[in-house]
């Protein structure tokens, strides 16, 4: 029969409670008084009638019949952490340091007198065997070693950390709690999210930066964030992404001319962030360019130095997501749509390599009726035909599908609507480790009817930055 894994431990440490010492003393004494005496007789059995020997002797043959097969058995946090206890006890060494002592120990039956009432040597024989078993069980676990496949580390909820994040995007602020473990799995704890009005954050920058960080002090505080790692996330549409190689350039600086050439905003209101994407030599290497319109950050850091938290970092949406999708997926171009409220940001691109990105004057408003299955059907095919012409004009092949990601897909797909061929939700994926369950959460206060899709982003993202 199978045992699990604790009850081998449960059972070793029983036996560790044992006097094991004086059990082997006076078996050795016996042993002494035998060469002189008949009298060792009385003595081995007035042993042999202890209690406490005919329950080392049970629990040794119980143990005996443990098999191999422990290595299949699941392994759980409560078994591990007894194991790492016992480990350390002195009563666990005191074991392995009496059963070490007892395999050397010989036993000589030529002066014994055998008697009904005595430890015959073949009942010593079987001790000694039985004890070895013990020890072999001992070693093959491992207690030290990788069999059990568990860290203190790892599983100790210490090192786990609580990070807090917010999405902005569409005039909406999602403020989520997740935790976040050494694998960089993620648990979502608690969620917020709450309508923007248009004089706190205008389309272009925030407007007042007092009231948007008592809002994300509201709930920072309502979700015990306080005193936690915060990363901030910005909707695709407030960035445009370029890729230069490094020969065409003088300088890798936001002056150089070619640079400024690529930017939306005038050269005075833009702010650019660069990532060498290749370790080829500098003159054949690439350069990934971020631009946004320098006073909407600025409105954004103003307001997070008001909130004074630790922050990560301020993060646009779609470009970390696209590079967890290249990394996993291999194809010659890649497609990602960010589906939003106004307009629909298309990155195209490949691993670690060139990357550009386009507005499409289209988001998922436009097309809202009250048939959603219809409304859907409209939206892919207008997309679908956008990006083939951009994929024409760049001469690249259509690639076998386009990934979708954005707060757009929650408000435009329902269970009675999939996507059309062709295009592929990221959350197909499984790009990160997360755990998502609304109704096991004691806060999770919603607008929008469904957040599913949007949480599917935020934990990617998380799990790209940390």
Known sequence: ???????????????????????????????????????????IFSIQKKERLKNILEKINKLTNLKSANKKVKKSKKSDSLVLEISKTEKYKNLLEKIKQFKTLRISNKKVQKSNKSIS??????????????LEKINYFKFFDSKFKFSRIKNNEKYDQKIGMAFYGDHNLIIVSTIVDLNNNIEIISLNEMPIPGHVIGDSLVEDSNELANIILDSLTLLDLLNSPFLVILSSSFFNIHTFKTSDLKQISQYDNKIQSKSPYLPADTLVDFLRMSAIEASNGLVRTIYSKRDFIKSWTDTLEIVNVPIIGVVPAAIHIFDCITSKVTEESTVLLDIESKQTTLLMGSNLANLESHKLPFGYSLYLTNNLNESSKNYFERA????????DETNHKLPPNIFVMGQGLDKILNSDFSLPKGFLNISDLNLSNYSYKPKTMQIHETVSNSIENSVCSLATILSSCV
């Open 384 to 391: 679908l035909n956008s990006v083939k012409l951009i994929l």
């Open 1 to 43: 029969m199978k045992k699990n894994k604790s009850s081998n431990i449960n059972l070793i440490k029983r036996i560790g409670n044992f006097s094991l010492s004086k059990f082997i003393s006076n078996i050795k004494l016996a042993q002494l008084k035998s060469k002189r005496s008949l009298k060792s007789d009385s003595l």
């Open 121 to 134: 040597s073949l009942e010593l024989k079987n001790i000694n065997k039985n004890l070895f078993k013990v």
